[in-house]
């Protein structure tokens, strides 16, 4: 079973400052992770698969990146928008198991 | 415009059971592959079941064996059957459409909250 961990839990960030999030696998996986904003009351929405694609209509300040079984979601410069939860989430070949890590609020400072 | 809208969830008993639906537009439940994820109150994201374009269902080991997940291609919906429910399964329940190639959710609807509690 492929746990994903997240770092860190929260971060505290101005407008306009970079935000780096961390998730960690628990073994060797494959590129099929995707990162996720939820802001609460409003459905989650998908910002990268495959460790580094972003999904369509995603602005270029959200990047991905990958060393190993460590991923990173890179804001480059905060918008207001972007203050919310961010999941990452991982899908085990076979049988298919979805895992989510346990989220990163990232608020106002 | 895609968007997936759920409906069917409310309150009920420890041991009941609910069926959840998810009415889509803009796409074809049949076409795609299609899930459930939920939210437990104060709790992150949890997988729930997927539906694959070819019919196979694969659910989580916490709902295993009471869930079932379904589609209805005529009206366009996915469903969820939830049976023996406990207090554990009290979330807000998404549906989601899965991207082509299997590993991600790229479509999410409103939720809806089911609440089991006597």
């Known amino acids: 079973e492929i746990v994903l961990t997240q770092s860190p839990a929260t971060l505290s960030l101005s407008l306009g400052e970079r935000a780096t999030l961390s998730c960690r696998a628990s073994q060797s996986v494959t590129s099929y992770l995707a990162w996720y904003q939820h802001i609460p009351g409003q459905a989650p929405r998908l910002l990268i698969h495959h460790a580094f694609t972003r999904a369509t209509g995603v602005p270029a300040r959200f990047s991905g990146s990958r060393s190993g079984s460590d991923f990173t979601l890179t804001i480059s410069s905060l918008e207001p928008e972007d203050f919310a939860v961010y999941y990452c989430q991982y899908r085990t070949n076979w049988p298919p198991i979805f895992t989510f890590g346990p989220g990163t609020t990232v608020d106002i400072k | 415009e895609m968007q997936l809208v759920e409906s069917g969830g409310g309150l009920v008993q420890p041991g009941g059971s609910l069926r959840l639906s998810c009415a889509a537009s803009g796409f074809t439940v049949s076409g795609n592959h299609m899930a459930w994820v939920r939210q437990a109150p104060g709790k992150g994201l949890e997988w729930v079941s997927v539906i694959y374009a070819g019919e196979d269902t694969y659910h989580a080991d916490s709902v295993k064996g009471r869930f079932t997940i379904s589609r209805h291609n005529v009206n366009n919906t996915l469903h969820l059957q939830m049976n023996s429910l406990r207090p554990e399964d009290t979330a807000v329940y998404y549906c989601?459409?899965?991207?082509?190639?299997?590993?991600?959710?790229?479509?999410w609807g409103q939720g809806t909250l089911v609440s089991v509690s006597s």
């Open positions: 989601a459409r899965v991207l082509q190639s299997g590993d991600a959710f790229d479509v």
